[in-house]
C-alpha cells in the first residue's frame, strides 16, 4: 500500500511540475502620493483664456494636456487664469489616476 501511494504522489508532483505556471502577479497599484508625485514629473502644458459670462462678468476657462498621452481635461468659470489652469491640471491628474496611467 505504501508503494502505491508513494508511486501517486510522484505522478501528482510530475504533473504539477509539468502545468505551466500562473503569471507573476502585477505589482500593486501606486497611491494617490505615488501618482500625484509621478504626475508632477510629467510635461503638462496647461493654457487659459477668458469670456464674457454675462454682459459684465469675465470668467476664465483653462486646459491641460498631457504631453506624453495626448489627454486633456479642461475647467470653467473661474475668475482667474491661474485658477482656471490649476483646475485643469487638477481635472487632468483625475483623468490619468482612474485610466490607470501611473502604473
Same mark, same amino acid.
Given at each position: 500500500?505504501? %508503494? #502505491?501511494?508513494?508511486?501517486?504522489?510522484?505522478? @501528482?508532483?510530475? $504533473?504539477?511540475? $509539468?502545468?505551466p &505556471?500562473?503569471? %507573476?502577479? !502585477?505589482?500593486?497599484?501606486?497611491? #494617490?502620493?505615488? $501618482?500625484?508625485?509621478? +504626475? /508632477?514629473? #510629467?510635461?503638462?502644458?496647461?493654457?487659459?483664456?477668458?469670456?464674457?459670462h454675462?454682459?459684465?462678468?469675465? @470668467?476664465?476657462?483653462? @486646459?491641460?494636456? /498631457? $504631453?506624453?498621452?495626448?489627454?486633456?481635461?479642461?475647467? &470653467?468659470?473661474? !475668475?482667474?487664469?491661474?485658477g %482656471?489652469? *490649476?483646475?485643469? #491640471?487638477?481635472?487632468? +491628474?483625475?483623468?490619468? +489616476? !482612474?485610466?490607470?496611467?501611473? *502604473?
Open positions: 500500500l505504501q %508503494a #502505491r501511494m508513494n508511486q501517486h504522489w510522484g505522478q @501528482v508532483e510530475a $504533473a504539477n511540475e $509539468a502545468a &505556471k500562473p503569471p %507573476a502577479p !502585477k505589482p500593486p497599484a501606486p497611491t #494617490r502620493a505615488e $501618482a500625484l508625485r509621478m +504626475f /508632477d514629473q #510629467r510635461h503638462v502644458t496647461a493654457k487659459a483664456h477668458s469670456r464674457f454675462s454682459p459684465f462678468s469675465l @470668467v476664465w476657462d483653462g @486646459v491641460a494636456t /498631457d $504631453a506624453e498621452t495626448g489627454i486633456r481635461a479642461g475647467s &470653467k468659470h473661474l !475668475k482667474s487664469s491661474n %482656471a489652469k *490649476e483646475h485643469a #491640471r487638477e481635472e487632468l +491628474f483625475e483623468v490619468l +489616476f !482612474k485610466q490607470g496611467k501611473f *502604473e
